[in-house]
């Protein structure tokens, strides 16, 4: 009779849940609660649909007492259909804040018929502590550490001290946390060799006084023997010239003979203090993107998404010290949120026919950079687009439609759902035209600089997902966007809250009408040579701007100092494309670390910094102001003797010029991106 009476309901049309197309089965943890603090659980959702699918997953954590309430964990991704089941993908939680119980929410949804159901799950988390002494035990990386201590009053804080046994060397501290009202505090404790005896200890705060707790002994495990490390070699070692206080080097992912991809943090002698990795399947590929405040790492890297056409640069992650995913969106998720908030042309790019019709364009993959630094926890990543666009555009002769590599900057809020999106093909407009008055945009006729082109399965691009039969082969490469960097003030100390990014292929940096979320995506100002302002070349230099350049930052907001890796890519290539040879002399066909001041209102740029690094890289690189006024660069693509060599370095100023003396050069491995910190737990915020 029940049954009855629900389907009598149903053919109403009135909504009950029993009348959803979309049903979850079940929501299973593995192990079973309760677990201890730092133990990994894996999640299991099932679902069945009656309409074709797919379904997608998401998981959604609320921790004890749900202060905050549920927080994205793992963003709606693509299932796995067994007969008539939805099965989730694996969702890998390890609980290492506070013990309690938590809530896990499954929210399941079709997007194609935009039904959706969820539930929820208890999970009992236990704490390492159960006396009045700390903890420390380890995790599944070797060089990490969990480290616990009884409760604190509420209004203290708490850090913890750790330093080699029977060493002088320095010792290390977490940054400060707020004590909780219940409950134990546990820190990940990373930055410490391999193999070695660690003394730790929690120290207190209370109305400014400092209380150190008992002493904990622990011992790192020795590096994997089942992965290939980087060699780092200090060609300079550090001096007293050296801002030693910035003890940590942290490189971004090398591959070392065709080994998976592994980030590594050394001192400044070379020493493996911390390492990342990711597992092997699909396949290897980990980008660091920006390390974070407090510790932990964003990073793009390979996985399943809803396009079946690639694994390619699809998941974008927040990871802790030990590993653990803390957060994961991936390009489906976001190609739906910018779809709902009405953007074209960022969808996917399965829904085309082949060959692809002129106007389609799609959103990609994930590349380069994601920053962490807008306002309210927000944050900035970058996306390649393909537009589809007449025969002979950008000067094709081929005869074919041509596919162009274009980008966007998409803006995620701090659940990392979309709420802003700069779509470069919106904006290739070029100058305006006499009489309209405005600032110049990006011109789709001026193609990349030195002529770069993409092809299908080409190494420095992204997936290409339209090209194929009746386009043509290659697809001109116009921007290649490369570094991302927040600007909360103009040079006249406005909170204008813009977003200044580097596109290597046009030579340029140039600023974007974000402001804080209610800018135009207008182009404000396009710098670099051919752009919109002139340069002060007070020291003569042949050729003066940057070309190819990559991480382009603001270091002194108050003055406007940015800082840029000049890769040098035009002043070195031959004509007719380049400047450089034969022209070239051979100190000038090296890459540079830069530093310039600007000026909005002049539109003048000024040298502060010029440096020939001594050697030439080709692509990729980092620039870097530190503390005590000298600067990091590292050249990350070095072509030796039949290797590819990267070289981390921080460089002296000599005043009164625009030259350095080398003072730190560590030699590794290629690498893309490095930053010169004290600790992984402050890294630089530029």
């Avoid at 330093?163 to 946390?177: C, H, M, V």
């Avoid at 707790?213 to 020795?222: C, E, K, L, N, S």
């Avoid at 407009?429 to 600089?449: H, K, W």
Wanted: glycine content about 10%; overall charge negative; charged content about 10%.
């Amino acid at each position: 009779m029940k049954n009855l009476l629900v389907t009598l309901l149903c053919l109403a049309g009135l909504s009950i849940p029993a009348c959803a197309t979309v049903q979850i089965s079940s929501l299973t943890p593995s192990p079973q609660a309760p677990q201890l603090l730092g133990t990994p659980i894996t999640w299991k959702a099932t679902a069945t649909d009656s309409n074709a699918g797919p379904l997608t997953f998401q998981f959604n954590v609320a921790h004890p007492g749900g202060t905050f309430g549920y927080r994205l964990a793992k963003d709606f991704n693509v299932g796995t259909l067994g007969g008539s089941t939805w099965t989730s993908q694996p969702f890998v939680w390890v609980p290492t804040g506070v013990e309690g119980t938590y809530q896990i929410e499954v929210v399941i949804k079709d997007f194609t018929s935009n039904e959706s159901a969820s539930m929820t799950a208890q999970f009992k988390v236990a704490p390492l502590v159960t006396g009045s002494q700390p903890v420390v035990v380890a995790t599944a990386n070797p060089l990490v550490a969990l480290f616990s201590a009884p409760a604190c009053a509420s209004g203290s804080q708490m850090r913890v001290h750790f330093q080699q046994q029977l060493k002088s060397t320095p010792a290390t501290t977490t940054n400060w946390a707020k004590c909780h009202t219940a409950g134990t505090m546990t820190f990940e404790i990373a930055g410490m060799y391999p193999s070695t005896a660690y003394d730790m200890l929690a120290q207190t705060e209370t109305a400014g006084v400092v209380t150190n707790g008992p002493v904990v002994h622990f011992t790192t495990g020795a590096l994997p023997t089942n992965m290939t490390f980087p060699t780092f070699t200090a060609v300079v070692g550090p001096g007293l010239q050296t801002d030693t206080a910035l003890k940590v080097l942290l490189s971004d992912p090398s591959t070392v003979d065709g080994a998976p991809y592994v980030g590594v943090a050394t001192d400044l002698d070379g020493n493996v203090v911390w390492y990342y990795t990711t597992t092997p399947a699909p396949a290897p590929y980990l980008l660091i993107t920006r390390p974070l405040k407090d510790g932990g790492m964003l990073s793009i890297q390979n996985g399943v998404v809803w396009n079946p056409v690639t694994q390619s640069m699809q998941l974008l992650r927040q990871t802790d010290l030990a590993g653990n995913i803390v957060r994961e969106t991936n390009t489906g998720a976001i190609q739906q949120e910018l779809i709902a908030m009405g953007a074209t042309g960022l969808g996917p790019c399965n829904v085309f026919p082949r060959p692809a019709p002129v106007g389609s364009s799609c959103l990609g993959a994930f590349h380069h950079d994601a920053i962490q630094t807008l306002p309210n926890d927000y944050m900035a990543l970058l996306v390649d687009v393909e537009e589809i666009f007449p025969p002979g555009t950008q000067g094709d002769k081929t005869g074919l439609p041509v596919d162009i590599v274009g980008d966007a900057i998409v803006v995620l809020n701090r659940d990392w759902q979309a709420v802003w999106y700069f779509n470069a093909f919106e904006h290739d407009s070029g100058c305006p035209v006499p009489p309209a008055t405005g600032p110049c945009q990006l011109d789709i006729n001026r193609p990349a600089v030195l002529g770069w082109t993409c092809a299908i399965n080409q190494a420095g691009c992204p997936p290409m997902l339209l090209l194929g039969t009746g386009i043509a082969p290659l697809a001109p490469d116009w921007l290649h966007a490369n570094s991302l960097y927040y600007w909360p003030t103009d040079n006249f100390g406005g909170a204008s809250g813009d977003i200044i990014w580097s596109s290597r292929n046009q030579d340029w940096v140039m600023k974007i009408d974000y402001n804080n979320g209610t800018g135009t995506g207008d182009i404000l100002w396009r710098m670099g040579n051919d752009g919109d302002f002139t340069f002060n070349n007070i020291y003569n230099d042949p050729w003066p701007w940057f070309s190819g350049q990559h991480d382009v930052g603001i270091a002194d907001n108050s003055t406007g100092v940015m800082t840029i890796f000049d890769d040098g890519n035009t002043r070195v290539s031959p004509p007719p494309l380049g400047l450089g040879y034969p022209a070239c002399e051979p100190s000038d066909c090296n890459s540079r670390g830069m530093a310039v001041t600007f000026n909005e209102s002049t539109m003048e740029v000024t040298p502060v910094l010029s440096a020939d690094l001594g050697n030439y890289s080709t692509a990729m690189g980092s620039a870097q102001l530190l503390p005590d006024g000298n600067y990091f660069f590292m050249s990350g693509w070095v072509l030796g003797d039949n290797t590819l060599a990267s070289y981390s370095m921080e460089i002296l100023p000599t005043a009164g010029t625009d030259t350095g003396a080398t003072v730190l050069s560590v030699e590794s491995q290629e690498e893309y991106r490095g930053w010169q910190m004290t600790s992984l737990y402050n890294p630089p915020i530029q």
